[in-house]
């Protein structure tokens, strides 16, 4: 990644026209830059040569600008050919386009390429210098990220290593070897009990000459059970560890006794239930005045909980650097946006200055287009911020497939695409086109098949799905005629021990650079009219539920996503599934 540029550094200002470099240069210049000039595509491009962008091309190639200025309109390789061009090569590099009066499509589609802003025509020094500003604070938030992303995994390391020192070494160390010392004038009131040790989140057993337990804290008691309520073989300290029958003089206790020395080694526990527990076992000797060693203190640190916190971590490291991603990324698709809801509130004002109402109407649909696009975005990124596990609930699979269709049937009828769901079950019946039709038993099932997830996120991950299916379907349509069957088909069923989820489409189905990039964060195929997060946080909710997502698609065939989730506790139903014989549709009553 390029380091952030400053004041010192160079930026390449591309125009055909001399007198515009020359304006521009000088405003540049004042500002502290070194202008390198281009008077087209080809003389901007060639400061970035591969040998210049990776940085092998010695001193004869000096590094290509951070920051590049171009027009739109030249002869040659035009503005946003220039744009895509170092993009490809250089992604880090932003680019600020200039665009004369009535260009607004150009700067959109400018945008759409990764363009950081853009300027019309004039150029005023005051624009000029805020559009830099801007590309300069992108150019430091992404170094600041890259810098934090790289850091968090060696910081989470350190931490979570200092943390295991500490508890290996202040806990094992000083803390056992001074308790072991005040210990050595109380060992009889401790043959009572260690209830003054319950707090620690570890097993604390002291043992005597023996090997017998002498007293444990709760915690021990709890989870390995209570010797002073067993049999008397059970205060034996060897059975607690796996294969300890195997191995008694070997074992830490039994070790501290002969050497008469502390002893740190990792050991397995075996649960009352049976489970194993993998922990670092830390021992100390209890002197007494004599200086003979009369009890050993055994102080048993559970590791499964320490490797859950560092799974914690982990996952929290992920989602920062996720959130950081959206949060560096949001200035972009904000600026879309308001670019296209003043282009719509600009065609509204015209309309009603001239008194023009299919202009007006023009520029309403559009203002609610782009609110509705602002919507999407805004809820996108609040799913992103607030992570949550799924609240699992019982589920009856065709009564949440149907539920799911009617969340999307208003939009399937407008734009003439049928919906189907298949469900185990019956024959469907015959509906109308653009009705939701589908395939499954009566309402009067008495064994209908279910499973458990949470409804909320499911539907939602379902929504995105649908969605993007109908608007799939409704966009061939219209490009190839009304003759072109539209048909968005949810299946629902259970095989083996998952649930199967698909959405199948008869849409223009995609290519396989499209499909490798489906669930990538803003990764779009609609163009400025999608924000890029719907199908990357479909894909999380499924993961979430220990899913798995898959695609197939072939160009012209329509597209079917699979989605399968394993059974979980609840799922009572033994019914088998049963394939759809229809899947004519049928209208579907508006759920309750």
Not at 155 to 174: G, I, N, P
Not at 198 to 218: T, Y
Not at 497 to 526: C, W, Y
Not at 578 to 584: F, I, L, N, Q, R
């Amino acid at each position: 990644m390029q380091q952030c540029q400053t004041a010192s550094e160079s930026i390449l200002l591309v125009d055909d026209e001399a007198g515009v470099r020359k304006v521009l240069g000088l405003t540049l210049r004042d500002m502290g830059f070194e202008v390198i000039e281009a008077a087209d595509g080809d003389q901007a491009l060639a400061h970035f040569a591969p040998a210049a962008v990776s940085g092998t091309g010695g001193a004869s190639l000096p590094p290509p600008p951070a920051i590049v200025v171009t027009d739109v309109r030249m002869p040659g390789k035009n503005g946003l050919e220039v744009l895509e061009a170092i993009k490809a090569v250089a992604p880090e590099t932003e680019v600020i386009i200039v665009t004369g009066h009535g260009d607004m499509d150009l700067a959109i589609k400018g945008l759409q390429l990764g363009a950081a802003d853009f300027l019309p025509k004039p150029v005023s020094d005051g624009a000029l210098e805020v559009a830099v500003a801007r590309a300069l604070e992108r150019i430091e938030t992404r170094r600041q990220l890259h810098e934090y992303t790289c850091n968090l995994e060696a910081l989470a390391q350190s931490q979570a290593a200092r943390l295991v020192e500490m508890e290996r070494q202040l806990a094992a160390r000083q803390v056992v070897e001074g308790l072991s010392q005040a210990f050595s004038g109380v060992a009889a009131d401790l043959q009572d009990g260690l209830s003054v040790l319950d707090e620690l989140p570890c097993f604390v057993a002291l043992h005597d000459r023996e090997g017998r337990i002498v007293s444990v804290n709760q915690r021990y008691r709890d989870r390995l059970g209570d010797p002073a309520g067993e049999a008397p073989k059970a205060r034996d300290g060897w059975t607690v560890y796996k294969d300890g029958a195997a191995r008694k003089r070997s074992l830490p206790v039994p070790a501290t006794f002969f050497s008469d020395a502390p002893r740190r080694v990792h050991e397995v526990l075996l649960c009352k239930d049976g489970n194993e527990i993998p922990v670092v076992v830390h021992t100390a000797p209890i002197r007494n005045s004599t200086g003979e060693t009369v009890l050993v203190l055994e102080l048993a640190v559970d590791m499964g909980e320490l490797k859950r916190l560092q799974t914690e971590l982990a996952a929290t490291r992920e989602h920062l650097a996720s959130l950081g991603l959206v949060v560096a990324s949001l200035s972009h698709g904000v600026k879309g946006l308001l670019t296209a809801l003043d282009g719509a509130l600009y065609a509204m004002e015209a309309g009603l200055e001239r008194n023009d109402m299919p202009r007006l109407h023009r520029g309403f649909e559009q203002t609610k287009d782009v609110a509705g696009r602002i919507k999407t975005l805004i809820l996108d990124i609040l799913f992103c911020a607030k992570r949550r596990e799924p609240e699992r609930k019982v589920l009856e699979l065709r009564r949440f497939g149907r539920e799911t269709l009617n969340m999307v049937r208003e939009k399937a009828e407008r734009l003439g695409v049928q919906l189907v769901l298949e469900a185990p079950g019956q024959t469907a019946q015959t509906g109308q086109t653009g009705q939701t039709g589908e395939t499954g038993p009566s309402e009067s099932d008495p064994h209908p098949a279910t499973f458990t997830a949470d409804p909320t996120l499911l539907a939602a991950a379902l929504v995105n799905l649908l969605e993007n299916a109908i608007e799939a379907c409704a966009g061939a349509k219209a490009a190839e005629g009304e003759e072109r069957p539209c048909t968005v088909t949810l299946r629902c069923q259970r095989v083996e021990a998952k649930v199967r989820i698909e959405v199948q489409d008869t849409g223009p189905g995609m290519d396989n650079a499209t499909r490798n990039k489906l669930f990538q964060v803003f990764f779009s195929t609609k163009g400025s009219k999608g924000t890029g997060l719907g199908l990357f946080i479909t894909r999380h909710a499924v993961l979430a539920h220990g899913g798995s997502i898959t695609v197939e698609s072939t160009p012209g065939q329509g597209s079917r996503f699979c989605i399968e989730l394993p059974l979980a506790a609840g799922d009572t139903t033994s019914q088998e599934v049963c394939e759809p014989v229809s899947s004519t549709p049928v209208l579907i009553p508006p759920a309750s």
